[in-house]
Nanobody
Framework: QVQLVESGGGLVQPGESLSLSCAAS????????IAWFRQAPGKEREGVSC????????YYADSVKGRFTISRDNGKNTVHLQMNSLQPEDTGVYYC??????????????????????WGQGTQVTVAS
């Protein structure tokens, strides 16, 4: 049974930083992709970042490039999302997702495909002054 447990959400002011963690258990494949999605009130869930364990490749949405960094603990199934220079538009519920696939799935339009098999419960990130 695959479980994804997010931690690290909270309330911060604009310009501050926050780090999220996703601890994955139960994944049995040699390679998999772990991603972060977020959903703001009234908006669709969007892909923020993704890490591919097969080759270490990463994906970032244009809106977070240069501000967010995804990383994986060596030899562990824990992925972190370091979020710097947070803005109110970064507010939302952040979900960790995983799938036993070779690479992060990117759509033709350049977005992260949402069809991940496993999902966490989500953690709230609020950026407000």
């Amino acid at each position: 049974q695959v479980q994804l447990v997010e931690s690290g959400g909270g309330l911060v002011q604009p310009g501050e930083s926050l780090s999220l963690s996703c601890a994955a258990s139960g994944l049995t494949a040699d390679y998999y992709a772990i991603a972060w999605f977020r959903q703001a009130p009234g908006k669709e869930r969007e892909g923020v970042s993704c890490f591919s364990t097969s080759d270490g490749n990463t994906y970032y949405a244009d809106s977070v490039k240069g501000r967010f960094t995804i990383s994986r603990d060596n030899g562990k199934n824990t992925v972190h999302l370091q979020m710097n220079s947070l803005q109110p538009e970064d507010t939302g519920v952040y979900y960790c997702a995983a799938d036993e696939i070779f690479a992060c799935p990117i759509t033709f339009g350049g977005a992260l495909n949402k069809n991940f098999e496993f999902w966490g419960q989500g953690t709230q990130v609020t950026v407000a002054s």
